[in-house]
């Protein structure tokens, strides 16, 4: 099963994000970061688009072709049930999966 991944940047709300959905089960991993001028710019953190944000919530992550990997921190393995979360992407949004893969390299840097 793949999930979708589009990149997200709000001006209005000050902050960009990558969302994951799981179309099927409405499932939901965010990475978001606040823009330049917002409370925590230096700092992602990982949700579930309704739960309260993790900071750090990633230790590692990797691409292995069109799959996305990422090991969790104790703390946001709890909010998603499994300490490494594996998907298989397609890009939504006009996006590549080449984008998206910089959008969390540079989020999570």
């Known amino acids: 099963m793949a999930i979708r991944v ?18 099927e089960s409405d499932g939901c991993f965010q990475i978001q970061r606040d823009l330049p001028g917002g409370a925590r710019p230096d700092e992602y953190c990982v949700t579930t ?35 490494v979360l594996s998907f298989e992407v397609i890009a939504g949004d006009g996006s590549t999966v080449d984008d998206l893969a910089a959008h969390v390299d540079r989020l999570i840097r």
């Open 6 to 23: 589009t990149y997200e940047h709000h001006p209005d709300l000050g902050c960009e994000a990558l969302v994951f959905l799981d179309e």
């Open 49 to 83: 688009g309704a739960s309260a944000p993790i900071y750090g919530g990633i230790t590692q992550w990797r691409r292995v072709g069109d799959r996305f990997e990422f090991a969790l921190t104790r703390r946001a393995a709890a909010l998603f049930d499994d300490d």
